[in-house]
């Protein structure tokens, strides 16, 4: 078997750059706690726990005596303010990428116009980035595009991780909704690059492994492309998963296999599945 991994696979800058940040504060003999899941990778996850990171909730009592971090996905305006008037000691790891979606939507709510984020409206991003502006709609399907009443003006913006596809498809009813629509298309380019990378993986092979957990968006994108290109496609969170049921007898027939990751996917468990199907 030969495994083709994509060209860009694994953790983007704004996961990087958060767990850098975390490496730094701990350096200093800083006790840290995150507002929510940093990421969505849950061996992540279980490793920040294993290192005395956890996490707290709105609903919780949020320690003074220990540094927050701000997730990557941000969180609400309001909250952040609530927070730095009690005095919380803040670590904002917010993605950049996911800052300039907030400060868009700031400057295109400006003057009172609907901004409408095309995006799932339960995810944390979407949830902190509504709040940067007072008239917003969050649209999550085209045909919740296409139901949507005529508007003088509007401006658009994606959530990061979202199919760059989808959003052109949104646009272009929006477009005929709006008599003026503002479009900034806020699609992250490590997302666009992981996109096309699995475009072009999953035409060359017989099959393809996505690695990802299961509550990460641009994960769960990687895979519907792939699954559009290549009907055996596989969505795996590590390799433990290929070594439970019949997906390992499955692979095993194919002499060529494309591994591909989202952007919140370590380059280790990455390299461990890698070394699983190398295996077989």
């Not at 320690?63 to 309001?78: E, F, M, N, Y």
């Not at 795996?236 to 070594?243: H, N, P």
Request: aromatic share 4%; hydrophobic share 40%; glycine share 6%.
């Amino acid at each position: 078997m030969k495994i083709l991994v994509a060209e860009q696979a694994g953790f983007c800058f704004g996961v990087k750059r958060a767990l850098k940040l975390i490496d730094e504060f701990q350096r200093q003999g800083k006790t840290i706690q995150t507002y929510g899941p940093l990421i969505h990778n849950t061996p992540v996850l279980n490793d920040l726990a294993a290192r005395g990171i956890g996490q707290v909730s709105p609903s919780d009592a949020i320690a003074r005596d220990k540094v927050l971090c701000i997730r990557t996905h941000g969180i609400p305006r309001d909250a952040e303010r609530r927070l730095r008037r009690r005095g919380v000691p803040l670590l904002d790891a917010t993605c950049p990428l996911v800052k300039k979606v907030q400060k868009v939507i700031e400057r295109l709510g400006r003057n009172g116009a609907p901004v409408l984020i095309v995006g799932d409206p339960a995810h944390p991003e979407i949830v902190a980035a509504r709040s940067y502006a007072r008239n917003v709609r969050v649209i999550d399907s085209l045909a919740a595009a296409q139901a949507l009443p005529r508007l003088r003006e509007a401006g658009v913006v994606a959530q990061t991780t979202l199919d760059t596809d989808f959003f052109r498809q949104v646009v272009a009813a929006l477009v005929e909704r709006c008599q003026k629509l503002h479009v900034v298309n806020t699609v992250c380019q490590a997302t666009q690059d992981r996109q096309e990378a699995v475009r072009k993986l999953a035409e060359r092979v017989d099959a393809v492994v996505v690695v990802g957990s299961r509550t990460s968006s641009n994960t769960k994108k990687l895979y519907q492309i792939a699954r559009a290109k290549n009907r055996r496609a596989l969505w795996i969170e590590t390799a433990d998963d290929l070594r439970r049921g019949r997906a390992a007898a499955r692979l095993r027939a194919f002499r060529r296999v494309g591994l591909a990751a989202g952007a919140s996917t370590s380059p280790q468990e990455l390299d461990n599945v890698k070394k699983f199907l190398q295996k077989l």
